[in-house]
């Protein structure tokens, strides 16, 4: 066989190793350094493992992963998940619908300083979840509410899988993070909008909370305030210049858990948990950026990427087109696999084909066919990319956000809570389109703020 049908024949048996629930890792590396040693021999595996670890791991922007994590799970142990429901409730809760909008409001901002879709669904799900049930929302609405607005976690800065999408392309995380507020806003937005329309629909699907008094109201919003300090300081430090990602982060843990011992919620054992759960979650990273380093050596090394990039720029589709067509290859690809497995294995793929239908490393923004030049289209398909990445989170049959709120709300049945995502997946869809269509609301920012 060729390079390109061994590299082609690595990339079918790695899918199907991940269908069959294979560790997305250990299926990258099991199939990188198999295929390396089929066209390359085996001893040109064990030169690359000898340094590709610490020449991966050692890259200053990766400091900055572990620290967001650690920083999201001590919030999600200090009660901000609760504060920040209670004060959205008490301005949105009186409405029909009204708890359902507020819990969405809490997803957003528990997202501005979680920066993990998972950790936001499970962490709102125990605060929100009893709430709904209490004002007899409908199981689907409920369900479907949370599991949604926990694909905000993804986007709205900071976001760990936005980060490795900076690495990947070689874009800068900073600018990666302005262009990511605007679009995650209008999916809150988007969201409050289909809940309205929902119970506009189904009025008895979501009944009007009670309205707050002055006294609950004021005091719920001031609550609020450490949530908003952590993300003017962190967000807002980043972007005006006065940290890079990796101080910033580091900044908003000490903030976070000096605000998780001003009440009371710090404990010996849940500062034991959280940094657990860090050194776990990051070890996981970490060793999926091995294998798919070393996957993406394999497929070089086949010609695969460069042989994709080729066939597309002579398929005679059109720019668009063709980013129409790898973004529902990335919904598909969101059926069998995670969200980071999937930025990581789809982006060394695609991003050169979008190259070269983009005129080369040396396009402007005159001959470019998408209007725009290279550092701009990273920017502009990688907000793409996530979006269309976060449906993978609640899409079966991997749905992750779905399981999590399933296993907390375990008389729902699952298919109930996946019917309930998917008014939220259409507000999706209908996001990218008008992303597409206006690619100054993703690059707007950006440019204001460099």
Known sequence: MDSITIGLSGL???IALIAIRIPIAYAMIAVGGVGIAVLNGPAIVLSQL??????QFSTYDLTVVPLFVLMGAIASRTGLSADLFRAANAWLGWMRGGVAMSAIAACAGFGAVCGSSLATASTMGRVA???LRRYKY???LSTGTIAAGGVLGILIPPSVVLIIYAIIVEANVVTMFMAALIPGLIAVVFFIITIFIYVLIKPEAGPKGEAASRAEFISATLSVLPV????AVVIGGIYLGFFNPTPAAAAGVVMVFLFGIFKGQ????????ALLETARTAGMIYLILLGAELLKIFMARGGVPQAMAEWMANSGLTPMTT?????????LLGCIMDSLSMILLAIPFFWPVLVEMNGGDFATAD??????DTEDLKIWFGILALIVVELGLITPPVGMNVFIISAQAKDVPMSDTFLGVMPFFAAEVVRVVVLIAFPALTLWLPRVLS
């Open 138 to 140: 409908s199981p689907r």
């Open 12 to 14: 079918g048996i790695l």
């Open 266 to 273: 710090v404990t010996w054992e849940n500062t034991r948990e």
């Open 228 to 231: 908003g300090v952590v993300f």
């Open 323 to 331: 980013v129409v067509v790898l973004l529902i290859a990335l919904v």
């Open 129 to 131: 979840l009893p709430e």
């Open 50 to 55: 000898k340094d590709l670890a610490y020449g």
């Open 367 to 372: 001959s470019s066919p998408f209007g725009m």
